[in-house]
């Protein structure tokens, strides 16, 4: 299979979820369900900002985590939320969280190496595991207080063991 974005090959990602392309560094779910697996709702109002993942192709909508405003990309589902509103909706849904949680797993160390530019100021993003419960990597601008999270790195979070 080939990106969408520079026709390099698709190449599936150490978590078996994503396509990534080590061209561009865009990702595509592997599977062909394609939903979010963090359950943000996208709206129709598209912004003016691009998704860092797709290497912005596609603008971003304005979409809802729980009750916060993120920005979110209807191809890749990921989303741009602040770093203050990120930390209330994970204690949240931790709190909430009833099922099985995962067998811890190693920091993906191919993701440690990808670049994203922040999708509002355009500057490099940190790239970095998050510092919680869960083996995430996740984009962060100190500059803008945002965060970038892939589709399905909240619920990896949520699903972590540890204190809830």
């Not at 979820?17 to 963090?38: E, I, K, M, P, V």
């Not at 943000?40 to 192709?57: K, L, Q």
Request: overall charge negative; charged content about 20%; hydrophobic content about 30%.
């Amino acid at each position: 299979m080939n990106c969408k974005n520079c026709g390099g090959v698709l190449e599936i990602d150490s978590t078996n979820r994503f396509l990534r392309c080590h061209y561009c560094d865009s990702q595509q779910l592997a599977s062909g369900d394609h939903r979010s697996l963090d359950e943000v709702v996208a709206s129709a109002t598209t912004t003016e900002i691009f998704c860092p993942s797709c290497m912005d192709v596609n603008q971003l909508s304005q979409g809802l985590l729980d009750d916060v405003r993120v920005a979110f990309c209807s191809d890749c589902f990921g989303f741009m939320v602040d770093s203050q509103s990120l930390a209330m909706v994970l204690k949240n849904r931790r709190q909430e969280f009833s099922g099985v949680e995962d067998k811890p797993v190693p920091v993906n160390q191919e993701s440690l190496g990808r670049i994203r530019n922040c999708p509002q100021c355009n500057l490099q993003m940190e790239t970095h595991p998050y510092y919680g419960p869960g083996n995430a990597v996740i984009d962060s601008c100190h500059r803008c207080r945002v965060i970038w999270m892939d589709n399905g790195e909240l619920s990896q979070l949520v699903r972590a063991p540890g204190l809830r």
